[in-house]
């Protein structure tokens, strides 16, 4: 395989790892503050998404770590270097993808359990935060900060982009009402949970970038520019979503139901795209702070 070979099939591991995960944790945060307005069929399928999700994240994860040591001796054969493995694997892959087991081992026991308990929303969390484990927050000096700013800003994309999934299931259902009460419950958090990505954000790709004049100056600047410009398109469809659908399911308008599926399958593919832009930073680009 060709280096380009070795970086895209990484990008499109990561990318899986990111959706698998995040989309597991965030699907049960929305269990958390929504449970009480679903049905139960409805909370069957988000069960069977939050396992299909975590066996995703298991399988990319892997895919990931013998594809590094494959990368690394340009050579297939190296995927299944023992020696190369370990190396990836103390790097600091190998705690995050432990940790990342651990909570979605727990997310997947909580979803077996009649009644999903309280703590299958700590196994979320850390699932969510595993990925601060490795990569450019890790390399920065101190990285205490950074690597807290990168898990607070984990939490905020766990809870949006996880939830498009279930929203999306719960909408099926066609009683624009209910919907309606969903979508408002999850608006209501979403609101602090934006300003926290923003808060978190900012800060954080000031230290990767050391200023934001790199936004444009930087092969690294301009995928986090492309990767706002999706960003962006997403909060302007959930503002959307929330000042202009949702007044109408509350008053029972059934196009308004076809409308919100619509708009968040689009938030699913923009999130697709964010994801597929980070796994590509993490993966060919690194941040001018640490050239």
């Not at 040591?69 to 993808?97: H, P």
Request: proline letters at 3%; aromatic letters at 8%.
């Amino acid at each position: 395989m060709s280096p380009n070979q070795w970086a895209a099939a990484l990008i499109g591991a990561k990318t899986l790892g990111y959706a698998g995960t995040l989309g597991a944790a965030g699907a049960v945060f929305f269990l958390g503050y929504a449970g009480s307005l679903i049905t139960s069929s409805e909370l069957a399928r988000i069960r069977r998404l939050v396992l299909t999700c975590a066996a995703l994240s298991a399988a990319a994860g892997a895919a990931h770590i013998v594809l590094t040591a494959g990368s690394m001796s340009g050579e297939t054969a190296g995927m299944w270097d023992g020696s190369l493995i370990r190396m990836v694997w103390q790097a600091g892959a190998g705690r995050a993808l432990e940790i990342r087991a651990i909570g979605l081992s727990l997310t997947a026991l909580a979803m077996l359990m009649h009644r999903p308990p309280r703590w299958g929303l700590l196994g979320a969390a850390m699932a969510a935060t595993s990925f601060a484990w490795t990569g450019h927050a890790q390399s920065l000096s101190p990285r205490v900060f950074p690597v807290l700013l990168l898990g607070a800003h984990l939490l905020g994309v766990a809870f949006w982009m996880g939830a498009l999934a279930p929203l999306d299931l719960v909408a099926r259902d066609g009683n624009a009402s209910r919907i309606a009460a969903v979508a408002e419950r999850f608006s209501a958090v979403a609101v602090f949970v934006v300003a926290g990505l923003i808060l978190a954000a900012a800060p954080l790709l000031w230290l990767l970038l050391g200023g934001f004049a790199e936004l444009w100056r930087s092969s690294y600047g301009r995928c986090i520019a492309l990767k706002l410009a999706f960003v962006a398109g997403l909060l302007s469809l959930a503002a959307f979503n929330k000042l202009r659908l949702t007044p109408r399911l509350r008053a029972g308008d059934a196009d308004a139901v076809r409308s919100l599926r619509t708009s968040i399958r689009l938030e699913m593919w923009l999130g697709i795209m964010v994801l597929a832009v980070t796994a590509t930073l993490t993966t060919i680009a690194g941040p001018p702070a640490l050239d």
